[in-house]
Antibody, heavy 118, light 110 residues
Framework: QVQLVQSGAEVKKPGASVKVSCKAS????????ISWVRQAPGQGLEWMGW????????NYAQKFQGRVTMTTDTSTSTAYMELRSLRSDDTAVYYC???????????WGQGTLVTVSS | QTVVTQEPSFSVSPGGTVTLTCGLS?????????PSWYQQTPGQAPRTLIY???SRSSGVPDRFSGSILGNKAALTITGAQADDESDYYC??????????FGGGTKLTVL
């Protein structure tokens, strides 16, 4: 079946970087984009950006530009999201999701908790 | 910056019908925004309900439906059940590859 499996929880110190992975299976990886969405504790969902797996083009939400990099490795069907210069308010669950041509998301990864704490 | 608006909370009786809406701080929502809807329970990843305004995702019961009502996108739940108690998020495509989530609606069934 189609699924996205993300890497495990991370604890980072302020100023550090984190790289979350998202391994796809059950479909042709290069045929769909991948979006990243995060959710801070008790808060709503926030779109961070997407990457075209086909050609590597990216589109980041303005809030994250300069601090986020999304990449893919088509040989392993894995997408990555790296967030740099971490702050305490980056503590959140980070989700990857397959993005369809008409801009909806399905399926979603199970989420990766990133905790930023000194 | 455009904000996507949703009711912060809503309540419905079991078996009742509820319509949640998704608007814009400036302007009207139309099909060109490709509105989609997601259901999320605590500790779980979101579940896709509706895409492209009114298409149901695989396995979603037909008591969930999407539409455009006036100047907003809408999610209607008919015959509400206890396990419909969740947070509901709409998403709009803003053009130029940009996507925005609404703030979410917490639905209580009681």
């Amino acid at each position: 079946q189609v699924q996205l499996v993300q890497s495990g929880a991370e604890v980072k110190k302020p100023g550090a970087s984190v790289k979350v992975s998202c391994k796809a299976s059950g479909y042709t990886f290069t045929s769909y984009d991948i979006s990243w969405v995060r959710q801070a504790p008790g808060q709503g969902l926030e779109w961070m950006g997407w990457i075209s797996v086909y050609n590597g083009n990216t589109n980041y939400a303005q809030k994250f530009q300069g601090r986020v990099t999304m990449t893919t490795d088509t040989s392993t069907s894995t997408a990555y999201m790296e967030l740099r210069s971490l702050r305490s308010d980056d503590t959140a669950v980070y989700y990857c999701a397959r993005q369809w041509w008409d801009n909806w998301f399905d399926p979603w990864g199970q989420g990766t908790l990133v905790t930023v704490s000194s | 910056q455009t904000v996507v608006t949703q009711e912060p909370s809503f309540s419905v009786s079991p078996g009742g019908t509820v319509t949640l809406t998704c608007g814009l701080s400036s302007g009207s929502v139309s099909t060109r925004y490709y509105p989609s809807w997601y259901q999320q329970t605590p500790g779980q990843a979101p579940r896709t309900l509706i895409y492209s305004t009114n298409s149901r995702s695989s396995g979603v019961p037909d008591r969930f439906s999407g539409s455009i009502l006036g100047n907003k996108a809408a999610l209607t739940i008919t015959g509400a059940q206890a396990d419909d108690e969740s947070d509901y998020y709409c998403v709009l495509f803003m053009g130029s590859g940009m996507v925005v989530f609404g703030g979410g609606t917490k639905l209580t069934v009681l």
